[in-house]
Structure formats: C-alpha cells, structure tokens
C-alpha cells in the first residue's frame, strides 16, 4: 500500500516539473536561481505530501488491525459459551449415570428427572446389569450421592415383553443431549424402546411438552411432537 503511494506522488512530481515549474520559469523570465528555489519547494511539498499519505495508510492498517482482532475475540467468546453449554449438560447427566453405573454396571435404559411432592429432586436411574438382572438407582440432584440402589424384582413381564440391549450406537446421553438441542426445551424423562432401536426422550418448556425419538444406530431425529403441557 505505501509503495503505491510512492509510486503515485513521484508521478506527480514530474508532471509538476515538467509543466508548472518550466511555466513559472518561462513567464517570470527570471534565472536558474528562482527556477531552483521553486524546485526545493514543489519537492518539499511532494515528500511532505507522501508522509502523510503514509501515516494515514499506517492508521487505516492500524484499525483494521484492531477491527479483525475485535472480531476473532467474539467468535472465540461465542464458541467458548457454546462449549460450556455443551460440556455443562454432557458432565451433569454423565455424572448421574456414571455414579449409577458405578453402583450397578450394566447399561442404562431410562434416566428420569423426579421432582418429589417434599420439593427435593431425584434422578431416577434404570439398569440393565451385566449379570443379566434389573436394577433402580436414586441419584441426588447433583449427581454426588446414591440415595438408594435395589435389584428390581418385578416379575410381572412377559418374555415376549422383554427389553433388546443394543450393542453398539449412541447411549442415553448423547440421545439426551440431540433431543436437547432439536428443541430448546429441558429434559424430563429417556428411555430406550423395547426393541432397543429408539430412545425416547420427553422434555418440557415454552408450555409444551415436547416427545422426540431419535435413533440409537445414528443419533438422527426420526420423530417429534408436542403438545400443549397442562401440568
């Protein structure tokens, strides 16, 4: 940019010499000593022309500076917001089946947020064990303490009703954190449907209760729906 600059005032400059200074010259009649003088000044004028053409490049480059520097710190803020929104919702529901698990290992098919009529919140944890049997676990709201952990003795399914564990695809969270994001709402209540191809999660906000179905083997929304929440 300022070698343009240059390059433009030095163009200049030669027009000036070859028109106004020999006009001057020519119609004053006078010698080579006035023809001089006028010389020094027009250069003088042209370099200090070029000086402030140069600091006006040099505040403009500034500016942009500061204008891209501007930009790149709100991107960066945004991105940061979003990780931690992210990493937030991820840690807090991984917590609960984390300490869950550790209490049952096993695979976890349901996950629900109760709100108890004393006030307090549960997490209420179904597991499928590794031992091949059923297992509740009551997490506290903050995911730190097991409030009670049993084997489920429910006898009362059929085997035709029994529950498919798939073996590979996206688990509870991941679901969680897809049905999150396709609505805006706040998580209630997931589960894995019986043939274990679906998680269905439920969500609540806005006044509507919100129903989403999403693919263990993808993660892709197959189905959504909400109602009006009269709760």
Do not use: C
């Not at 000044?41 to 500034?62: F, G, H, K, P, T």
């Not at 960066?76 to 529901?93: K, P």
């Not at 439920?202 to 959504?224: F, I, P, W």
């Amino acid at each position: 940019m300022k070698r343009n600059t240059l390059i433009a005032i030095a163009a200049a400059g030669a027009v000036i010499a070859g028109g106004t200074i020999g006009g001057v010259a020519l119609a004053s009649g006078s010698g080579g000593g006035e023809q001089e003088l006028r010389g020094t000044e027009q250069a003088a004028a042209a370099v200090d022309i070029s000086d402030r053409d140069d600091d006006r490049d040099d505040r403009d480059d500034d500016a942009e500076r500061e204008q891209e520097q501007g930009r790149d710190q709100s991107q960066d803020a945004g991105q940061g917001q979003g990780q931690d929104r992210g990493q937030d919702g991820d840690s807090r529901y991984s917590r609960v089946t984390a300490l869950a698990l550790s209490e049952a290992p096993g695979f976890v098919t349901d996950l629900e947020r109760d709100h108890r009529d004393n006030g307090t919140v549960v997490w209420e944890v179904d597991i499928f064990g590794t031992d091949g049997q059923w297992y509740d676990v009551e997490i506290n709201e903050d995911g730190t303490e097991v409030l009670r952990s049993h084997l489920d003795n429910d006898d009362d399914d059929d085997d035709d009703d029994r529950q498919v564990i798939p073996s590979s695809g996206i688990d509870i969270v991941e679901a969680i954190l897809i049905a999150e994001q396709h609505t805006g709402a706040a998580f209630k209540d997931a589960d894995l449907d019986d043939d274990g191809r679906h998680w269905e999660i439920e969500l609540r906000g806005d006044g509507y209760e919100h129903e989403v179905k999403v693919a263990v083997a993808t993660g892709e929304v197959t189905a959504y729906e909400k109602e009006n929440d009269d709760d």
